[in-house]
């Protein structure tokens, strides 16, 4: 490492370049737009501007990273950036210090989602401990396009706030045996991962379901709105090992499909694991289409 490197947070007047040199392999336009966002963000308090890092090498910026803390004990990174080609040393300290942050912020797990063509850049949060894990399929379905009949039958169906004890431990069960992402099982307290679901879209508690069958516990689902795309989101769709193979999923994504058809939405989307062949079955039955991708680069601590 370079004697006079260091890392800190980008200075109020730098903040503009740095989130240039993070998004510098970005063609200009979409670049001076991301860094907009970016800066609006953070006048917004929607942002951490602690997680925007330079390097300095003298009195000069040769390299920056982006990290965010969120909800539940998660973070965001992006990959760190250099103004000169072949610097890992730089590269190297950006990513050491982003973590040693986060670590002090309470993040447990960590993650880089990057288009498959971008995932080359990945390699210095490789070599810092992110591991590429899977590749997430994002589906969506127009919701006009169906006619959703009612309720499911033989399923009773409780929101979030009729019994949040049970959901909790029910939404644990469900992750026995899991496709989706099983990296992630239990990293987190039942706490943390309510949290951040709850960070997912805008919360409404009316649209977390705990399904029971014959008063036995058998699944939940998590839908949350996001209105920027005049869409809904499954958030989270579970079934516990004893009650699956048995269509339940598939009843509970139809509700979510109802649900959303009531609520006006143009689409529903989803989220699954590329690794999750039978979720992926189900989902394209259904008639939810690809519409984007990401390879997913993660580090858990513990």
Request: charged share 25%; glycine share 8%; aromatic share 8%.
């Amino acid at each position: 490492m370079t004697r006079s490197l260091v890392v800190e947070p980008a200075r109020p007047e730098e903040r503009a370049d740095a989130f240039g040199l993070v998004f510098q392999y970005l063609a200009t336009g979409d670049r001076d737009a991301r860094v907009t966002t970016a800066l609006q963000m953070i006048d917004k308090k929607e942002a951490d501007p602690e997680g925007l890092f330079v390097a300095r090498e003298g009195a000069g910026v040769v390299g920056a990273l982006l990290c965010q803390p969120m909800p539940g004990a998660a973070a965001v990174a992006w990959p760190p950036q250099t103004r000169q080609r072949g610097r890992p040393e730089i590269e190297d300290e950006l990513v050491r210090h982003a973590a040693g942050w986060l670590r002090t912020k309470g993040v447990k797990v960590a993650q880089a989602l990057m288009p498959p063509s971008e995932a080359w850049m990945a390699a210095p949060l490789e070599r810092h401990g992110f591991q590429h894990i899977t590749r997430l399929w994002y589906l969506r379905k127009r919701v006009n396009q169906d006619a959703h009949g009612p309720r499911p039958v033989g399923l009773e169906l409780q929101t979030y706030l009729q019994g949040p004890e049970l959901f909790h431990q029910t939404l644990l069960r469900s992750y026995e045996g899991t496709l989706d992402c099983p990296e992630l099982t239990g990293v987190r307290t039942i706490g943390e991962i309510i949290e951040g679901h709850k960070a997912q879209g805008a919360f409404n508690p009316e649209v977390w379901w705990l399904a029971l069958e014959a008063g036995r516990p058998v699944g939940v689902l998590l839908i949350a709105e996001t209105p920027e795309w005049e869409s809904w989101d499954v958030s989270y769709v579970g079934v516990v090992p004893e009650a699956r193979r048995r269509g339940l999923g598939r009843t509970l994504v139809r509700l979510a499909l109802a649900e959303a058809r009531r609520r006006k939405a143009h689409h529903l989307t989803i989220a699954v694991d590329a690794r999750n062949l039978p979720a992926q079955k189900l989902y394209e039955g259904l008639g939810f289409e690809p519409f984007d991708e990401r390879e997913v680069f993660l580090a858990v601590w513990q």
